[in-house]
T-cell receptor, first 111, second 114 residues
Framework: GQQLNQSPQSMFIQEGEDVSMNCTSSSIFNTWLWYKQEPGEGPVLLIALYKAGELTSNGRLTAQFGITRKDSFLNISASIPSDVGIYFCAGQGNAGNMLTFGGGTRLMVKP | DAGITQSPRHKVTETGTPVTLRCHQTENHRYMYWYRQDPGHGLRLIHYSYGVKDTDKGEVSDGYSVSRSKTEDFLLTLESATSSQTSVYFC?????????????FGSGTQLSVL
């Protein structure tokens, strides 16, 4: 089946630093999504991207739909302790297809 | 927050015993999903439902069955639990077509099979 490679697997950063993570696929996706999972909870949708090249922000978070449609990027600016969690990318091929999730990036922020 | 309740939140069981996990929603959404989460694997789809009594297999369905007798309830059953089924199980719902990108997740069930 389709696979999404998400990197890095984990990050330990200082509060205030910017964060970048990415997701790559061998297949083309028509929709890219980014979810955040806080400890003990289910994932929550952060950003959805629908067009190649699209750049979308949600507060300090910015995500981009790669121009090749095989990758996506998530940036977090000026990280704060509550950014801690696991960030998942997910891709959808055609409408009606199930989502494919990446393995997650675990973010830890040192105050 | 989407009205999704998973029960139990934690379960410890022995190999070979049957286990049923419950997902209850108050959103009247048509689609419901069961995922498992394992380190390094992200979230993998077990089964999903697109209506009452309408279900289909996901990527990792072996060893699992599901039932949906009411819109609001989606049950996941492990007929004979194995240690490889130790995982965190998430229920999700969506209101669009199957595969709708906007999934809303429950808080999860931590299952340990000893």
């Amino acid at each position: 089946g389709q696979q999404l490679n998400q990197s890095p697997q984990s990050m330990f950063i200082q509060e205030g630093e910017d964060v970048s993570m990415n997701c790559t696929s061998s297949s083309i996706f028509n929709t890219w999504l980014w979810y955040k999972q806080e400890p003990g909870e289910g994932p929550v949708l952060l950003i959805a991207l629908y067009k190649a090249g699209e750049l979308t922000s949600n507060g300090r978070l910015t995500a981009q739909f790669g121009i090749t449609r095989k990758d996506s990027f998530l940036n977090i600016s000026a990280s704060i302790p509550s950014d801690v969690g696991i960030y998942f990318c997910a891709g959808q091929g055609n409408a009606g297809n199930m989502l494919t999730f990446g393995g997650g990036t675990r973010l830890m922020v040192k105050p | 927050d989407a009205g999704i309740t998973q029960s139990p939140r934690h379960k410890v069981t022995e190999t070979g015993t049957p286990v049923t996990l419950r997902c209850h929603q108050t959103e009247n959404h048509r689609y419901m999903y069961w995922y498992r989460q394992d380190p390094g694997h992200g979230l993998r789809l077990i089964h999903y439902s697109y209506g009452v009594k309408d279900t289909d297999k996901g990527e990792v369905s072996d060893g699992y069955s599901v039932s949906r007798s009411k819109t609001e309830d989606f049950l996941l059953t492990l007929e004979s639990a194995t240690s490889s089924q130790t995982s965190v199980y998430f229920c999700a719902i969506s209101d669009g077509q199957a595969g709708s990108e906007k999934l809303f997740f429950g808080s999860g069930t931590q299952l340990s099979v000893l």
